[in-house]
């Protein structure tokens, strides 16, 4: 065929041939065309190498910095809340076992007022309070049917004197626990079996308080 050169048949095969010695001496002007031409007939009786596709790039899932809070959106960990409170030195009340599905709420102690900065979700069952109206502002708000109280002012629907107590507690930073009668969101009250227990966070200091709320009447059913 024009262009390929001359071949030599190999005795024993009459399928394939290749450019002999002399051919090559002989046309030393041509030896690249026939190296050139060799390659292209190996290659059109080889078979076809395709290379592997390049893999696909998976998202590596487990670096923070990717997805931050992706199950945490309030920026808090309801696990980590439980976890320290069931490994804190020296507890004082025992509240027994606890689980993500109680109504608890967290307050920061670093701020003034001392202001929720996470509810669950099961306390916003039994108050009938949404986050956007808890987040933000001190517990006494549960102590009105209205949801208005100031603070310092005497307490119109409960004993002022456990109140003032409990306070005491909170403002020491010492675990707590009495019932005392709050009011979900409309006005109707009922009976809170409270449990404030102090909690460290990012260092050796007391950062929050972890306040867990039963409904009274429901543990008698």
Partial sequence: MPGQGKFRQIEGDTSSSVPSASDSREHQNSSISIVVDRNIYISSHAPAHNPPPAPTKVPDYTQNLIYPGLY???????????IRVATRPNPKI???AVDASCALVLCDVSKPDI???YCSEAFEKLTGYGKNEALGVNCR???SPDGKVQAGSKRLHDDNGRLFALKKRILTLDEAQTSIVNYKKGGQSFTNLLTMIPIRWDSAEIRFLVGFQVDERGLYL
Avoid: E, H, R, T
């Avoid at 945490?72 to 439980?82: E, R, V, Y």
């Fill in 72 to 82: 945490a959106p309030s920026g808090f960990d309801m696990m980590n809340i439980l």
């Fill in 94 to 96: 025992l509240i027994g």
């Fill in 115 to 117: 202001p929720i900065v």
């Fill in 141 to 143: 708000f549960l102590q």
